[in-house]
């Protein structure tokens, strides 16, 4: 390619010199084409071994190292046979990786994110979210699960981080460079490359797709920055998250109806759906649409086949945390969907309100995710039981603690996060099966009987490793900012090797509270400084541009860097980032984190220490709650002592940490014997990596979202799609008649025990019965049950039984339910008696909300 340009009055011409590797090097070429090489140690140790300073420039891109690849240093790598037996081994491994791959079986699921951290490489991800969601699709292709998975392709990805020499956060983003990056255009029977539509504000919007190899897995990417749409649309894949709401809402709509649109043109029909989060709720719309057009199915027969056939995930603990779009902007972007739909304007933006004739309320896309979804999970025990909290107001006649919504732990994927030290000394001690076997807890159990030197010889190499990096890469950001070269010197200096170092890197949210340790400076002054205990605290994180508050964090703790009190001891690494966070949770020697409970929806950065001998001190929220175990890592309590006073809860967590290293952490570290092994400590690692590192692996993960929802949506959605859509046609139809006669149903007569004069002593039976007049109704239609509460406040009741109550009678158009039980507990309880539909198609009682108290 050439072309004329002017400088000055110099006359130039552009020439392209395409890269071009000797054709025996060219497995190399084939391995960065893949981003398997990321999770294999063997084929990032020989990208990183051709040009080690270059890899790191290069943000560890072996496609863009590969492109610079000097003649002679190529030739140098031909002539090295250490090299090319290396790289023969790893593209041998690789390919037999590719073709050796266990059949697919079992439903194939179509997994939407917005985001997918799989390698710093790819601004695909701007956070925890994200590299759940990288880490999901490695394990996919490692157990070569039938999975296709659809995001959006960003120029320019989430922001890169900078310090003002103040500890303001400056925002840089810089473009990707799509050709040096592993994407393949995806082209049609004829050659052409792909595209799809949306129409947004009346306006045509044209996605290329791409694919992006996940090792066995195919990962399709939206990109809108393309000639055929106009300037501000090309912006809808730019940045991820960037913009305002509208364009939030661009990006949502594009990645759920454009994705589904992008699957059909390649020719990928799904069995199942998983909405990783509510940005690809839009989905539901788009599979509604094309029922209906297809099959000939109504709205309500459609919904249950779409219903039966999702799954939602939730990844967040708080109500302002899901995406809202007011009445006025949805119109003018998604009003067409009342003609393909033939629904009213109102019950379409009633998908995502608790009220759809508010036309004050946001239109919820979490909303719209559940009501379209079958089955609904968070992402921790803890956050499953907020998550129910969270969206009780959808099911308003049911406690949260009867809602349908489950949970499945996050976890890690393994071969990732664990370091090549801690990996090899697996293999060898713990079995070479560990990589297939992941959960298997009786070969974890097996690091017991290894010595403690070899431990912390590993534990050793690992930290120094971190805090070489650590002393070059402060050093470089320092002068970058003009810091002094004394003062650097004496910071890099004060970096010691055999310090106890803590590590805290996640997002800069205020919740989060990574200030709290600055509570009280003079305390933890004395902590760190102590010349025969030194204490290293390191932090890392971005806060959202949007985020001023987080972004006040990061300064304030910026600013107790330089305090002469914390300098070297208390160290803010800027542009955090995958691969900083590697050498964090495999080099210091505890995590941190103490958010404000329960707003830790999981959290995974814990996990990943956990598999390299690191202790996790936490509070008791997310997944913390069930990783815990005395004796391997520190906690801080679940319950707030202080729920309604936020400042007094922030002190006396501030204490509980200070005492905690006080008298507990850093003397465990430092009660070493002469060969600098402190048992106390070794029984911490041990315990923490034979008792909770196998249960939070990604092997894990997949296994139960397979067991919990996947099965069982693919067993109910076959059912409903048999003989033309037989059983959803039913399911609908009885639905409505149900809906159309429920308000006319009669209570004519109800018979309990008369609580309101006399008590019932524990032990003697609770019997009632209740006579209906059912109308067009059967008795097999509708089920009658007392519920007893214990009522905890003026507004909160504790569910604690449920009793269906059995048809005893049917007569004259009149159908009496009764029940005969004895309470097994004393108290003060409260009861009603709930009238419920009852189908035997019926997931699960929200599946079907209607209910009436007698």
Known sequence: MVGNLTQGGAKLKRIFIEPKLPEGLAPLAELSENIWWCWNHEATELFQSIDPQQFVAHQYNPIALLEELSIERAQELLADPNFVAR?????????????????????????????????????????????????????????????????????????QQGISNNGEQLHHSDPAKFTQLPLQPVRDARGEWIK??????????????????????????????IDDNTWEDRSITHQLYGGDNENRLRQEILLGIGGLRALKAIGINPDLYHLNEGHAAFLGLERLRNYMKDTGLSFEEALEVVRSTQLFTTHTPVPAGHDTFSEALLRDYLYEYTYALDLSWEDLVGLGRLDAKDSNELFNVSHLAIRTSQEINGVSRLHGEVSQRMFEELNPDYNYAESNIGYVTNSVHFPTWVAREWLDFYEQKLGKGILEN?????????????????IMSIRRLLKKRLLDWVRKTLAEDLMRRGENPRSTFEIVNAIKDDALVFGFA??????????????????????VNNPDRPVIFLFAGKAHPADKGGQEFIRLVYNVTKNPLFKGKVIFLENY????????????????????????????????????????????????????????????????????????????????????????IVPSYYEQDKNGVSERWISHIKNTIAEIAPEFVMGRMLQDYQTRFYSKLAKHSEQLKQKDYALARELADWKIRVRRSWQALELVDMEAPDTFNRSLPLGEKFEASATLNLQDLSAEDVGVEVVFFKRQSEKELEFLLVQEMEVKSEKGGEVVFACSFVPQTAGVFEYGFRLFPKHKLLQHRQDFGLVRWL
């Open 87 to 159: 790289m023969k081994r790893v593209h041998k491994t690789f390919r037999e990786y590719i073709d050796k791959a266990p059949a697919k079986t079992g439903a194939q699921i179509g997994y939407f994110c917005m985001e997918y951290g799989l390698h710093q490489s790819l601004r695909l991800y701007s956070g925890g979210l994200g590299v759940l969601a990288g880490d999901y699709l490695k394990e996919i292709s490692d157990r070569n699960a039938n999975f296709v998975a659809v995001g959006l392709l960003y120029r320019y990805g989430y922001f």
């Open 196 to 225: 799809i539509h949306v129409n947004l504000s009346g306006r045509t919007v044209w996605g290329k797709v791409w694919q992006l190899p996940v090792g066995r897995m195919p990962l399709y990417l939206l990109d809108t920055d």
């Open 438 to 454: 992941q959960t298997d807890k009786k070969l974890w159990a097996k690091i017991h009987q290894v010595p403690g030197a070899e």
């Open 506 to 527: 996640r997002r800069f949210a205020t919740y989060k509270r990574a200030t709290l340790l600055f509570s009280n400076e003079k305390r933890l002054a004395e902590i």
């Open 577 to 664: 980032s995958m691969e900083m966070a590697k050498l964090l949770v495999q080099g210091v020697d505890v995590w941190l984190n103490n958010p404000t409970r329960p707003k830790e929806a999981s959290g995974t950065s814990g996990m990943k220490a956990v598999m390299n001998g690191v202790m996790n001190f936490s509070v008791l929220d997310g997944w913390w709650c069930e990783g815990y175990r005395p004796g391997a890592g520190w906690a801080l309590p679940e319950k707030d002592t202080y729920p309604d006073q936020p400042v007094l809860q922030n002190e006396l967590d501030a204490e509980t940490i200070y005492n905690t290293l006080e008298n507990d």
